[in-house]
Every structure is written in structure tokens, then in C-alpha cells.
């Protein structure tokens, strides 16, 4: 098991590019989720997926678009880069059990905006 | 408004002591927290949990404590060793509501020396 896989792990965009994040995972989990880091501030939603085929906004989703292509694959795409999405990526999925919901994360993507 | 909050950005501690993180929460609609443990240039690792229903778990050398007329959990890691020595995110969420995704607080570094 690979769990939670993310390409690329490291790019370099200018300003007004556009590029797509890439995860997939091999749990068989419903959700799938898209988070940012940065400095002092933690880990913030972008987009969520609680199932395939269904997207919804998080705490940050401007400036961003998702697809759930199946249910291992989540991506996140970035139609026109600004250096304040300079960030580090993170892609998780979860599952639930007994009522408790735990979630996976992927290495990350660390993304520079020129 | 930070509906998890972790107000120390850092701790010091030496190896064999305790360890003791604290993370305060506002919502009281949280039903279940959750502890990560995050490396640098890796994706963050689940630690240990715990369901509004109970006010401890323990799992090794990690026990997280809740307290809900508090609002605040703790971790304690007995004994502390160098590889300890990480971010430590809490997070929260409510499995009952729509949008399940976790509220992650700042982090807290955990710097352990031998």
C-alpha cells in the first residue's frame, strides 16, 4: 500500500501559469481532501470530496478548481498563479470507522509562485 | 475567528521528561480530536485520537487527556526521545455536520535534546 501519493513534490510556477496537483489513493476512501500550509498558520482546507463525484469548498478554495476523477483520484488545479498561493500542498483521504473519521495525508507538493 | 488553537508555537524539553502539549477549542459541537505528528519536508501522521465520550486515550507512550467543560485537550509523551522532535498539530472536527473536514491549530515544535 502506497496510501496517499502526490506529484510533483516540488514546482516552480510564474506568475499567471497554470498547473495541476496530482494525488491518488489506494485505501478505497471516501473522502479525499486539499489542504495548504503555510508559516504560523497551519493546515487550511481548500476543497473536499466526500464521495466521488461530489466537491465542495473549504476554507480557501479561491483561485482554485478540483476534480474527482474517481474514486482514488483527487486533483487540484491552479488556472492562473499568484505568489500568495505559494504554499506547501497536502492531499489527505479518510475513512470512517465506528463513527470515528481519520484522515491520511500525502507527502506534499511545495509550490513556488514567481 | 481560530476555532482550535494551540497558543505555544514551541517546547523545550529534555529527552526522558515529559512532554506535555496543550490545545484549546471553541466549538463545542467537536466530537472528535485528533493529534498529528509532522516531520519537515513530509506529509503530517496521525498519532492518537479521542471521542468526546471519553476523557483519555492511551496509546504507548502517547496519552491525549480532554476535558470538555474546558474545551481543552492535552498530549503527553512519557518519556520524551529526540525522535519526538516534530510539529504537533491538534485538530477537530464534528462528524455529524456537513463538510467533516478537520480544524487543524497552528502546530506546536516539539524539540527534544538528548
Known sequence: NAGVTQTPKFQVLKTGQSMTLQCAQDMNHNSMYWYRQDPGMGLRLIY????????????????????????????????SAAPSQTSVYFCA??????????QYFGPGTRLLVL | DQQVKQNSPSLSVQEGRISILNCDYTNSMFDYFLWYKKYPAEGPTF????????????DGRFTVFLNKSAKHLSLHIVPSQPGDSAVY??????LYQAGTALIFGKGTTLSVSS
Open chain 2, 89 to 94: 498539530f491538534c485538530a477537530a472536527n464534528n
Open chain 1, 93 to 102: 483521504s479518510s475513512h470512517e470507522d465506528r463513527g470515528q473519521e481519520t
Open chain 2, 47 to 58: 498519532l492518537i485520537s479521542i471521542s468526546s465520550i471519553k476523557d483519555k486515550n492511551e
Open chain 1, 48 to 79: 473536499y470530496s466526500a464521495s466521488e463525484g461530489t466537491t465542495d469548498k473549504g476554507e480557501v478554495p479561491n483561485g482554485y478548481n478540483v476534480s474527482r476523477l474517481n474514486k482514488r483520484e483527487f486533483s487540484l488545479r491552479l488556472e
